[in-house]
């Protein structure tokens, strides 16, 4: 009997406090951490894992809560890990996300649990996916996932979601500029939220001219002259049926405060899960993620190998003297840290 049996125990029963610490457990990496995380590896694969992602001041956590109580209303379990990044000079984060989702957290058949990027570049730390893992093994149906998209994260959260949703505001700039960022090659659906605001249309309709120019299907079915109508395009663009199987990313106008839009969203995300399992993308996502799980852990394991056990902190706090006065190199330190200096 390990010292975590009870705790499994009550977690299989539906106890939010058991879940709770078990997050607990794998967010700090404490001990017996692996062995939780190793049980529950079989259990995995029935919750629908969403990414939400956009700029500070989306309103993504109004969105998220809205879909929240879009999906308790059809009697779903939802599971939220809201994200924050983590300050580069005091280590903390504003774990806000909570109190922004304060109507829907006191439901019983919700779950909120704010995380910190803890350093992570991407913008996800290596726990966030293990903590979603142990949602998913819990019974959560769905599980999002919000962070702020801040550039790296947009592609980090894609590869830790089923589907990612993109948010932006008709504040958020030139859309040509937003596509360079790599929004077109994370987001499986992208929403111009606060769409009663000025120029929400305008941000909407150009978002479906890029991605079907990206695509080759902006002329489709449109006059070959000078004279094409835009506003014609951008609309029929949006709801046009892919022909070849493919996903069409649709540009969807939401008011998260209203809960205008809301409705579409939520059907729009049942249509992206149910294109995952019927063309095999499902499967192809899911490995893709095991995969990189299995690379994160090795990389973690080989830093703590270097850094700590084999004493690397040490040699490199010893060398920085040297270092600084030019006497050997960042490359000849490395070498001894990493045990590859000739004899």
Known sequence: MTAHDALLRDFDAGSKP?????????????????????????????????????????????????????????????????????????????????????????????FIRSMATRGSLGGLA??????TDVLDAFGFDRVFVETVGVGQSELNIAAAADTTVVMLVPESGDSVQAMKAGLLEASDLLVVNKADRPGAERMARELTQMLHLRMGKALRN??????????????????????D?????????????????????????????????????????RRARLAERVRDE???????????EQGGQA?????????????????????????????
Request: aromatic content about 4%.
């Open 222 to 243: 449109v006059p070959a002259h000078h004279g094409v109508d835009l506003k014609r395009l951008g609309k029929s663009a949006a709801v046009a049926p892919s022909d």
């Open 18 to 110: 058991a879940l709770s610490r078990i997050i607990s457990i794998v967010e700090n990496e404490r001990a017996g951490f692996r062995e939780i995380l190793a049980t529950l590896h079989p259990r995995l694969g029935r919750a629908h894992r969403i990414g939400i992602t956009g700029p500070p001041g989306a309103g993504k956590s109004t969105l998220t809560s809205a879909l929240v109580r879009h999906y308790r209303e059809l009697g779903q379990r939802v599971a939220v890990v809201a994200v924050d990044p983590t300050s580069p000079f005091t280590g903390g984060a504003l774990l806000g996300d909570r109190i922004r989702m304060g109507e829907v957290a006191l439901d019983e058949g919700v």
């Open 245 to 285: 199987g493919k996903w069409e990313i649709p540009v969807l106008q939401t008011v998260a405060e209203t809960g205008k839009g809301v409705p579409e969203l939520a059907e729009a995300l049942d249509r992206h899960s149910a294109w995952l399992a019927a063309s095999g993308e499902l499967t192809r996502r």
């Open 298 to 308: 090795v990389d973690r394991r080989l830093r703590r190998r270097v850094w700590v």
């Open 315 to 343: 040699s490199l706090e010893a060398a920085l003297q040297d270092l600084e006065s030019g006497r050997i190199t960042p490359y000849e330190v490395a070498d001894r840290i990493t045990g590859r200096v000739e004899p």
């Open 126 to 131: 290596l726990s966030t996916g293990e903590v």
